[in-house]
């Protein structure tokens, strides 16, 4: 099985366990590390909406914890069946953790349906280059 074939069987098993009940969308989502390792995640609600998570956070918790630190793939499947692209504010917590291959791909319930690059999704993005503190630490960009 392909890395991709793989991240979309890691997202679906995800998505299998999203806690969405206020929703009805539960989203799965898997990342490829630099080394081969695939973390995932799944969106978990909360009574007080606001609190909810997304789905690529929770996989991007589970990649910092096994400490690695840059995405080469994400994938998303959720919602309605139909292709999702990442919410604002994850892009922006996956940009964290790219480069300027780093790849989003966008699947239906059967499979990858597109692939953008991250970078398209978040054109002229804030990030770890615009701090000063990105000259001490080479493990972001
Ligand atoms: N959601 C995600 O988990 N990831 C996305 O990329 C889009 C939206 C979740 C948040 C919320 O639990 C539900 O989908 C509906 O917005």
Do not use: W
């Not at 695939?38 to 929770?58: M, Q, R, T």
């Not at 989003?104 to 349906?113: E, I, K, N, Q, R």
């Amino acid at each position: 099985m392909n890395s991709i074939d793989r991240l979309f069987e890691a997202a679906k098993a995800a998505q299998a366990r999203a806690y969405a009940p206020y929703s009805g969308f539960p989203v799965g989502a898997a990342l490829l590390a630099d080394d081969g390792a695939i973390f995932s995640g799944c969106n978990v609600e909360n009574a007080a909406y606001p609190n909810g998570l997304c789905a690529e956070s929770g996989a991007i918790a589970a990649m910092v914890i096994a400490g690695e630190r840059r995405i080469t793939d994400v994938l998303v499947v959720g919602g309605a069946g139909g292709p999702l692209t990442p919410c604002g504010a994850c892009r922006q917590r996956l940009f964290e953790f790219s480069n300027d291959e780093t790849r989003v791909h966008l699947a239906d319930a059967a499979g990858p349906v597109e692939v953008l690059l991250l970078r398209e999704l978040l054109p002229r993005a804030f990030g770890p280059h615009d701090l000063a503190i990105h000259q001490r630490d080479d493990n972001t960009r």
